[in-house]
């Protein structure tokens, strides 16, 4: 498996583009094939999840998504909004706008600037290409607290995959504000595609929190445009790690972070103990305000693993901190192991891998979050005013 | 039903006191009664959970309380360790160690510092008395970064019904670093006690949330010491109230909160609905970020509902915000009204109610929480160090 650059434009035939103006933006990919979606699964659906659920799964030609409100909680203007802006597309492409799919992001309850959107969409397709400057600039167009950008491609076995994504903020298990986009040029039917997409969703996107909210919008869409061949394991390799990158990406980004945070749960009873334990770590309030302060309270971690409903038990639990070259062992077994100064040492850095292993079978999970900031708190305590 | 001043001290024949010296604190309790207690879901119980528990339900003489560090993650001598101090009360009251109940909280993973307590005990013991002094000593002595001394007391037929609590953070659902101490001088059957108990802290301490963490050492007790007769719904009715009120307390008192948020979800399909949409609400740290700032961004409130796990129509929701005596619409069902300004107004005092009726059903639920601050990063992030 080779990295590449060039985000969804890594893989042929892929073009994209976007524009982005102060808290607008409008982005395009296009790119024709099977298609596959997993979405939200917030009660509460955004129009254009609804609108482009519906399409998929099926032979999609292109994308469109808008960065600035999120069109949801907007009735049946926000539908006819989604379509409007697949028509859009559609009509200047001479394509069937059915085969086209509909994102946004940004404030719930707000419509979509319409106007806005019809005076760039022509400037955002004029500038399509299958450069990487393409992708880069349809993965800025979308980015509303987004630092990063945040685009993967690989080589595996001849085929490519590559992905742009937005998110940092409304984050949780079962994604987020969270918008994926990514290509691929392999052929596979469309069960095996599903089915790869939603287990590298699963150890992925689905393995991340920032703030414990989960978004009305999220979207993540798999396109295979190509022809090439390859057994569904080595694609599943590729697509987890495009997936995994993407995810730890947003992790990095997360509202106001100053800090990474990975949490390996490992000697789990079950794979679902394993998962429940790992997420319970990264979403703690108060893990993730010690995290920030370098403060090595690691009680609080093993309080979350006890909450998570995973089973665990106080004389198997062995619990580490590592920086990602040194190790500090703070629990071995269920004996406190005096490491004080060593454990604030290795919280210093700019990643904490914390690791917990419960002693208890074989399973493990891994799951990524940030710390929480005092900048958290100002970005969504003067969000929308 | 008449509120009384003077904490567990309001029900005739109980004593307490309690020291605080810097961060470590001792409180002792005398009543003699049949007890029934409710204990934390965490997996990792702490010492005094496990030694207390065990006990219940049965005739107590006593309730030990310490702070300074919660026992939990001990092992063998966190057992030992709690054992010891039921002895100490005991053995200076002349009464049966398995008559005394065992309480303690504080940083996690730390033995409690018995020699600071073997010290003490001597004058905590002689200085307990029915005076409502005694109360208010013995709920300081257990206040770690809570800021408010949180005591309620009721009259309800004759029957008095007094408690003490203690909690500001690590506060979610099943409890929370809280304990709590009520007692009454009614005669019931145990189990009528234990399902009044259980009763009222589902309407109360377990529809509270200040930051999602579960701790190890949550306890409620329930001592009836007494031989007042009252109806049980009655009693459930007077319990009901001490229970809310002292949950409250915490809510306000949430580590660096500025507001007290209310959630009233009505109209909900069902009575499980309706608690799992208003602690969505309450646990949502984007909601609760954007009532620190004032900011009326009252989507996230409708997707904090989405994801909860309740059933939700777009078309059929309303949404109001009161600060007590206004109430602005922000949503009327489906339709969002333009309320900007009267919205942000209604959120500028010390207490924000949000009133969403779901428009399903009839079932109700209330819950309690506090914003999101600066503070409660900068109490969390320098907590242990």
């Not at 998929?56 to 069109?71: D, E, Q, T, W």
């Not at 802006?85 to 001479?94: D, I």
């Not at 790869?196 to 703030?211: A, G, H, I, T, Y």
């Not at 990975?262 to 998962?275: F, P, Q, T, V, W």
């Amino acid at each position: 498996m080779k990295i590449l650059s060039g985000g969804v434009c890594a893989v042929p035939a892929v073009k994209a583009y976007g524009i982005k103006e102060n808290r607008q933006g409008l982005a395009v990919i296009t790119g024709k094939g099977n298609t596959v979606g997993v979405f939200t699964l917030n009660k509460i659906r955004a129009a254009p999840v609804i609108a482009t659920s519906r399409r998929l799964p099926g032979i999609m030609n292109a994308v469109v998504a808008y960065g600035g409100s999120a069109n949801a909680f907007t009735g049946k203007k926000g539908i006819q909004d989604a379509e409007r802006m697949a028509l859009l597309v559609a009509s200047a492409l001479g394509i069937d706008p059915e085969s086209v799919g509909i994102a946004s992001t940004g404030i719930i309850g707000r419509p979509i600037n319409m106007d806005w959107i019809e005076d760039h969409v022509g400037n955002v397709l004029s500038g399509l290409t299958s450069d990487p400057s393409g992708s880069e600039a349809a993965t800025r167009a979308i980015m509303t607290t987004d630092t990063i950008l945040k685009q993967m491609a690989v080589e595996i076995d001849g085929v490519h995959i590559g992905g742009i994504a937005k998110g940092s903020g409304m984050i949780e298990p079962n994604m987020a504000t969270m918008l994926s986009f990514i290509y691929t040029d392999v052929e596979m039917p469309t069960e095996s595609l599903q089915k790869c997409l939603r287990e590298s969703v699963d150890k992925s996107f689905n393995m991340l929190v920032v703030d414990g909210d989960t978004s009305t919008n999220d979207m993540v869409l798999l396109t295979a445009t190509g022809d090439k061949r390859i057994s569904e394991e080595r694609f599943q390799e590729g697509l987890d790690f495009v997936c995994m990158q993407l995810a730890k990406m947003m992790a990095r980004d997360g509202e106001g972070s100053t800090k990474f945070i990975e949490a390996c749960i490992r000697g789990a009873r079950s794979k679902d103990d394993a998962r429940k334990a790992a997420k319970a770590v990264v979403r703690s309030p108060l893990v993730k305000a010690a995290v920030f302060g370098e403060d090595p309270n690691w009680g609080r971690i093993i309080a979350a693993i006890g909450r998570s409903g995973a089973e665990v038990k106080e004389g198997k639990i062995t619990l580490e901190f590592s920086d990602g070259t040194k190790t500090v062992t703070i629990v071995k077994e269920g004996n406190i192991l005096d490491s004080g100064k060593k454990a604030k040492e290795v919280m210093a850095g700019d990643e904490l891998i914390i690791i917990a292993d419960l002693g208890l079978g074989k399973h493990e999970a891994t799951a990524w979050g940030c710390d929480l900031t005092h900048d958290y708190v100002q970005i969504n305590s003067a969000y929308m005013t």
